[in-house]
């Protein structure tokens, strides 16, 4: 099975900053890494797949980059509706795998 | 506008059987292949199964593999998820998502909450 590591795990950041999530591949995925966003008792929502296509309908302050084992999920000018747990998936094989979150906080 | 709505998820002992439904609309439900996806209390996401749009592959996680049948009714744009032989670490609440391929999950349910427990 491909684990999937995130880090940090958590981070407090205040609203405008730029915020960086990583997320490393136990193996190569290539390019088939996704990033969703879950707000707290909501269901995750896409935001970025194929390590760095901007969904449609997210905020184009989110973006992907990596490939391979490692990718990284920016968002510029942080919002406030930003505060939320990120989780990468990789797509490349099943089992299908998730990291375990990033929850990204208010200073 | 895309909806999926889970339904039949409640309180089961272990041992016990419960079946889950996620009623489509919106979208060519044939065309798309569609995916379950748990979350166990305060924790991460863990994918559980897909099927393809036809229905005729499907995939397992395998912590359900020989307990869980997905399946889908193509006619009733109804996806399912059979689930027997449940376990107290089955307790989460199942998101179904659809994909435009195999493992992208671009739309998500409001998700059914099934808690195993005596």
């Known amino acids: 099975d491909i684990q999937m590591t995130q880090s940090p795990s958590s981070l407090s950041a205040s609203v405008g900053d730029r915020v960086t999530i990583t997320c490393r591949a136990s193996q190569s995925i290539t390019s088939n890494l996704n990033w969703y966003q879950q707000k707290p008792g909501k269901a995750p929502s896409l935001l970025i797949y194929?390590?760095?296509s901007l969904q449609s309908g997210a905020p184009s302050r989110f973006s992907g980059s990596g490939s391979g084992t490692d990718f990284t999920l920016t968002i510029n000018s942080l919002q406030f509706e930003d505060f939320a747990t990120y989780y990468c998936?990789?797509?490349?094989?099943?089992?299908?795998?998730f990291g375990q979150g990033t929850k990204v906080e208010i200073k | 506008e895309v909806q999926l709505v889970e339904s039949g998820g409640g309180l089961v002992q272990p041992g016990g059987s419960l079946r889950l439904s996620c009623a489509a609309s919106?979208?060519?439900?044939?065309?798309?292949?569609m995916n379950w996806i748990r979350q166990a209390p305060g924790k991460g996401l863990e994918w559980v199964s897909t099927?393809?749009?036809?229905?005729?592959?499907?995939y397992y996680a395998d912590s359900v593999k020989g307990r869980f049948t997905i399946s889908r009714d193509n006619s009733r744009n109804t996806l399912f998820l059979q689930m027997n032989s449940l376990r107290a670490e089955d307790t989460a609440i199942y998101y179904c998502a659809k994909g435009p391929g195999v493992g992208v999950f671009d739309f998500w349910g409001q998700g059914t909450l099934v808690t195993v427990s005596s």
């Open positions: 099927i393809s749009g036809r229905g005729g592959s499907s």
């Open positions: 194929a390590a760095s």
């Open positions: 919106g979208f060519a439900f044939n065309t798309y292949a």
């Open positions: 998936q990789q797509s490349y094989s099943t089992p299908l795998t």
